[in-house]
């Protein structure tokens, strides 16, 4: 039977001379591992198409458990991730990331908001942006933030869990375990647990990574400060919904110093 998604692949396990197997992200069918024959030979047709980060209409032939890559039309290619090391190891995070909370061979569409491979797409290609208008810790946030929305954990982030402001002058706090904000008058430290006390930028990032629609939720602009700020949050926020971190995350820090 042949069976065709579109999919971004986010991992490549080589095998033999030629061959490879890959792990396709799509939206129909969650992770699909597939093989792909003869994909070394300069004259492939899928030489470029099953590389890594390769967003592409994929043709399959399933046959019981096993799928086998026909063909693939590419969609675009993030080849260029690998011009920079920060770069790439930022999207290796994400690929492992999503790779993790994908289950295999289950529809995405159903229960989660919009495509995934989309909203992954928007990511690679923002990370291939940075550095223009936003850096790639500004990027990272966002992928974290929002791909935890993805997974059903979105912050309550519309106003003051307690009195309903929208904002507040004396601030408002991010409780990041009950995923809720609360302002500074309604705070109670008693009975609040962690809580993080929020730049008004930091909130407004914040609030445009959740409530935007996937094309417009990176596209942010704040100071430093705030960024640094968003960057901890997020990170926090994904890591402890994951329940893990990830090695290709550890490797990013390192590279970028923060470790
Ligand atoms: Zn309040």
Redesign the pocket.
């Known amino acids: 039977m042949i069976e065709t998604y579109d999919g971004i692949i986010l991992a490549r396990r080589e095998i033999g001379e030629n061959g490879c197997y890959i792990d396709v992200l799509t939206d129909e069918k969650g992770l699909i591992e597939a093989s792909a024959h003869g994909v070394k030979k300069i004259n492939s047709p899928l030489l470029s198409s099953a590389a890594l980060f390769s967003y592409a209409t994929f043709s399959f032939s399933h046959n019981k458990t096993r799928y086998t890559v026909n063909s693939a039309r590419p969609k675009y290619s993030f080849h260029k991730l690998g011009e920079d090391i920060d770069k790439l190891a930022l999207a290796s995070y994400f690929a492992q990331a999503v790779r993790a909370c994908t289950p295999t061979e289950q529809n995405q569409l159903e229960e989660r908001r919009g495509s995934v491979v989309r909203f992954l797409a928007i990511a690679l290609f923002e990370t291939l942006r940075a550095g223009e208008e936003r850096s790639l810790e500004a990027v990272k946030a966002a992928f974290e933030l929002r791909y935890s929305m993805i997974l059903g954990f979105a912050p309550d982030l519309v106003a003051?869990h307690?009195?309903?402001?929208y904002e507040?002058e004396r601030g408002m706090l991010f409780l990041p375990r009950k995923s809720k904000l609360?302002?500074a008058?309604?705070f109670n430290p008693d009975f609040e647990g962690e809580r993080v006390m929020l730049l008004p930028e930091t909130l407004f990032a914040m609030r445009n990574i959740v409530f935007s629609p996937p094309e417009r939720c990176f596209k942010f602009t704040v100071r430093e400060q705030a960024v640094k700020q968003l960057a901890a949050i997020a990170e926090d926020y994904f890591l402890y919904r994951a329940e893990r971190t990830f090695t290709a995350l550890e490797y990013y820090k390192k590279l970028r110093g923060a470790l």
């Open positions: 003051c307690n009195c309903g402001k507040c609360v302002c008058e309604c």
